[in-house]
């Protein structure tokens, strides 16, 4: 459990970085060394490393590494009508607020005679990287396959691991039937990345990849974004968090169960309570206790809280303050009129506003997307939206009279640098007869 309160006036300069360091990563020599071996043997065997890898780490000898249609619809129908119905619903939620974001080309005449145009497409190509470690996430490939399938990608390609009898869950593959995609692999880990990458037999390379992942995949996306022309990855991806604000009025069970439903995600999740009021901190730490004896999940969230913290604050402003220096991938709200601390709130992968408005709707079916950047990197990285799939490039055309208004300010400029031929590409076009 979560050893102290902290009072962050106490703190020295060093503490208060303490305070908020994440969970160490292992050990990274290591972990780049073992991930860099498993990119060199799907680089050079394809296939046949795919197979054996999985064999090695998910114990299982698969076959084939292709879905068929016809496990997809023997899923649905193994489905209920209610599970059926939730994954529509979530469906439906974030495909209305995702489809409020499609880009629209913008032309601007800068000056006459010269037209400027910001034009943006969907990525060709793009690979969605499902975890399946101890629980299937359709919610994952939802968040990835519906913007992928408003963008217009025109390949979409799912991996996931396979369980103990060689299969995806029956939820993953009725929500990717949802979203479109008939390219589905039963494979997993840093060879499923490496795979997505460089291309095997069965498995086309694409351009971009996105999702989560232990921390195999993250250094595998890392390790390939820097090998591989023309291959991008989604964002850095960590260990789950949240950060709560609260006040003296916010209600500690709610607290409470917010802070847990991100302790059970695994051993390595932070969760942070950030709060004025030591007499509520003091109620959301015995609802910690209540609560975590009735999760199926209690030993994962028990190891998760151990690298948590409850900080006492001076006052809001305060703690505002640590949330931005902090930068939570989620962050939750719960204080009196909470949304007028939005303007003051910076740094933050979503941010969760009010008692009624828990991290999980997020993660399901409030409609925003939940793969968000962790580890500070909210600081820098958006959360994933309807632009992650797309491409922006410019065109621009140029009347003769648009060039020669332009002409003076260009030849001096390329003048100033040194740039002759870049100076003539203009004044060739401008002499008479030319």
């Known amino acids: 459990m979560i050893d102290q309160l902290i009072n962050w006036q106490t703190l020295s300069e060093q503490q208060k970085k303490s305070a908020l360091a994440r969970p160490a990563i292992a050990d990274s020599a290591l972990l780049s060394t073992q991930v860099a071996n498993i990119i060199s043997r799907v680089k050079n065997q394809g296939d046949k490393a795919l197979f054996e890898l999985t064999e090695q780490f998910d114990g299982i000898a698969l076959n084939t590494l292709t879905v068929s249609a016809e496990q997809v619809a023997q899923a649905k129908a193994r489905l209920s009508d209610k599970r059926l119905q939730a994954i529509h619903t979530a469906y439906k939620q974030i495909k209305s607020f995702h489809s409020a974001q499609q880009a629209t080309d913008i032309t601007v005449e800068t000056t006459p005679g010269v037209k400027c145009t910001l034009k943006t497409e969907a990525i060709e190509s793009v690979g969605l990287y499902i975890p399946a470690g101890s629980a299937p996430l359709p919610s994952t490939v939802l968040m990835l396959g519906v913007p992928a399938q408003i963008t217009g990608c025109e390949r979409t390609a799912l991996v996931c691991p396979p369980d103990k009898n060689g299969q995806l869950a029956d939820e993953v ?72 604000i609260a006040d003296k009025q916010a209600n500690a069970a709610f607290i409470a169960a917010d802070l847990l439903s991100q302790a059970e995600h695994g051993v390595d999740s932070q969760v942070i309570l950030l709060s004025d009021s030591e007499s509520l901190i003091d109620k959301v730490s015995t609802e910690l206790e209540k609560q975590i004896a009735l999760l199926s999940r209690r030993d994962i969230a028990k190891q998760a809280l151990k690298q948590s ?49 828990p991290e999980s709707a997020g993660d399901y079916a409030s409609g925003t997307n939940h793969v968000l950047p962790t580890y500070g990197y909210s600081k820098v990285i958006s959360s994933l939206s309807l632009a992650d799939f797309s491409r922006r490039y410019t065109v621009q055309e140029i009347t003769k009279a648009g060039l020669a208004s332009l002409a003076e300010c260009i030849i001096e400029l390329t003048d100033a640098e040194g740039l002759d031929a870049h100076q003539r590409a203009v004044t060739i076009r401008l002499e008479e007869g030319a």
């Not at 604050?313 to 949304?339: F, M």
């Open 309 to 357: 913290r409850l900080i006492l604050t001076k006052d809001l402003a305060q703690a505002v303050e640590v949330s931005n220096q902090y930068g939570p991938e989620h962050l939750i709200v719960q204080t009196e009129n909470a949304s007028t601390l939005l303007a003051s709130l910076r740094n933050a992968g979503s941010i969760f506003v009010g008692a009624y408005t």
């Open 173 to 244: 593959l009725v929500a990717a039937n949802l979203c479109g995609i008939n390219e589905i692999y039963t494979v997993g880990g840093a060879q499923a990345i490496a795979a997505l990458a460089y291309g095997t037999e069965t498995i086309p390379a694409v351009n971009k990849v996105f999702g989560p992942g232990n921390r195999y995949v993250t250094e595998a996306k890392t390790q390939l974004s820097q090998q591989v022309a023309g291959f991008a990855i989604d964002m850095p991806a960590g260990p789950s968090e949240v950060l709560v």
